[in-house]
């Protein structure tokens, strides 16, 4: 039972109020909880994948790797708290506006899942990744040693215009020389040696088009805690939580109007209750409404000029 409970805390929901609800209903949370080690733990194997690559320090890339999954997995949980129908009176803001809220929350998850899959479809298409980056190492060398060439080629015509038996020239020459090998040498050296992490990304999303698919499952995957989440919206964890935070709230606004009242009496030795310009406090969802009725102006002078 301890491990249940722990399991449903990570859905980030009241577990004191998830232990009297029905059995159904604990189910539902518990499921929505095994999502979130669950993420965790692809968020660690995927992340592991990236900073392994870009690290060749031997711990450094898992301590990293733990510290986004951390974070990630309490963004994600934070998302689905926001989720949770508000058990208290509140104003009506539209179906448009609940829309745009709710997909602003889908696309995130999406993001989230993009950010988990990718680097597991990467491990997924390695041979052939591989090849594919050794062929594009190769033009990009060749690219680079073409546009070296171009700009020292240029500098020498320079130089040809000069006297061919003048010694600078012949000096600045060999000087050019030493400079445009090394440079081309120093660029191969860096192409060989990085990673092309986002080459290889754009890569796996052209060439190979079926890694989506493995995008759309964890998108789906990561989704379901909000399905299940949003079945919950009319159940026995929702009409308990409202009476108790209702209940909360209207003890504390009775409390405060009492020592409001006390506080104006001592200060002016006159009773007073707080008021206010809603016809539901504390919840403030009603505005009140002008109800008395003016005349107009010629009924008044109509008064005036008859008495």
Known sequence: MMLEDKIVELAGDDIV?????????????FQMGLFVPLLFLLSVISSYFIFSELLSHPLMPFALSLFFAWMLTNIYRLLLYTLTRSALPDIATGITYSKTSLALRLTFVCFISLLISKPIECRLYATGLNEDISVYKQEEKTRQTKKINNYYNAEFNELNKVLANNYYVITQFKKKENERIKTIQAICLLVDSSEHYLQRLRILNTKYPSCWLISLFFML?????????????????????????QRIVEVNYYAFRKKYSTLFYKKTGSHRSFGGTFEDPPYNTIKKQDKRKFLEEENLLSELYNA
């Open 221 to 245: 995957l990561l989704n379901v805690p909000l399905s299940i989440k949003h079945t919950l919206r009319q159940s026995d964890y929702f009409t308990m939580k409202g009476l108790i935070e």
């Open 17 to 29: 109020i998830v232990q009297r609800c029905s059995p159904e209903t604990r189910s539902r949370f």
